[in-house]
């Protein structure tokens, strides 16, 4: 079959078969430098990942700084939850506070939850207000702090009438 072909045609093979191993050749050659470059790329990330690769301890204190936190349930349930949970924070704190007053439900502006907010009046000194603050957010069902008034007694100075408003989401 080759003995067929015109002379012209030989010499087009042989220039094609040339380009073709020139192309090869060339490929060969950049595979071992995308190679290393690929080893160097994956020799950083892992890197990375060792620098970030906590220990137990400071894994275990960097999750007790994050607050905890709870999917809203139903309304009902969402609220009796709630209202135990911070009345359970004000006993522990010591504040003797007025029954907790629910406030009208709204609708939460970035969600698609409606947000319950209570309203809590008390009276405690100065050290069990820092207390309840530095333990709301072990509240697992606290959204936020929507309002916080201390009033300072003149006479004493260490009393104090709190006033706060506190809120959650529920469905």
Request: charged residues 30%.
């Amino acid at each position: 079959m080759i003995d067929r072909l015109s002379k012209r045609d030989k010499r087009a093979l042989v220039i094609g078969g040339i380009c073709a191993a020139a192309i090869i050749f060339i490929f060969v050659l950049k595979i071992p430098e995308c190679w290393a470059q690929a080893r160097k790329s994956l020799a950083s990330v892992r890197a990375k990942l060792k620098a970030i690769d906590a220990e137990q301890a400071k894994r275990a204190g960097l999750m007790s700084i994050v607050p905890a936190f709870e999917m809203p349930q139903v309304e009902e349930k969402q609220t009796f939850l709630f209202r135990d949970k911070l009345n359970e924070q004000l006993k522990k704190a010591g504040v003797s506070s007025k029954p907790l007053q629910a406030l009208p439900i709204a609708k939460a502006r970035q969600s698609g939850y409606k947000l319950l907010r209570l309203k809590c009046s008390g009276k405690c000194n100065f050290e069990q207000v820092l207390d309840l603050l530095a333990g709301l957010n072990e509240n697992p069902y606290l959204v936020g702090i929507e309002e916080f008034k201390i009033k300072c007694d003149p006479k004493n100075r260490q009393a104090v009438d709190l006033d706060f408003t506190v809120s959650t989401f529920v469905k």
